[in-house]
């Protein structure tokens, strides 16, 4: 069984910094996808990052690029998001979720994602 446990959420300054990780475990191949979303209060959830495990290829939401930074340390079967010159609009409970492939088209898709994390909270003051 996969199992996700995202941590590093907290609340800090408009222009400061977080990174965010995504401890995985249960996968017994290492070719998979993990991704990053976020909701807001009262909002829809909103999908912010995946990437490619196996050779690191990666796709951002257009609002994030620049600011935000998908990596994966594989030893540690760890999933990082570092995110950059937060603003208010950032604050949500960032979830990481994982699929057994990745795919650029189709990682936003609902029901795309086989298993998810709690999620943590970021809290962007202005």
């Known amino acids: 069984e996969v199992q996700l446990v995202e941590s590093g959420g907290g609340l800090v300054q408009a222009g400061g910094s977080l990174r965010l990780s995504c401890s995985v475990s249960?996968?017994?191949?290492?070719?998979?996808?993990i991704g990053w979303f976020r909701q807001a209060p009262g909002k829809e959830r909103e999908a912010v990052s995946c990437?490619?495990?196996?050779?690191?290829?990666?796709e951002y939401l257009e609002s994030v690029k620049g600011r935000f930074t998908i990596s994966s340390d594989n030893v540690e079967n760890t999933v990082y998001l570092q995110m950059n010159n937060l603003q208010p609009e950032d604050t949500a409970v960032y979830y990481c979720?994982?699929?057994?492939?990745?795919?650029?088209?189709?990682?936003?898709?609902?029901?795309?994602?086989?298993?998810w994390g709690k999620g943590t909270l970021v809290t962007v003051s202005a």
């Open positions: 979720a994982s699929a057994p492939i990745f795919m650029a088209k189709m990682w936003k898709e609902d029901g795309f994602m086989t298993a």
């Open positions: 249960g996968f017994s191949y290492n070719d998979y996808a």
């Open positions: 990437i490619s495990v196996s050779d690191g290829r990666a």
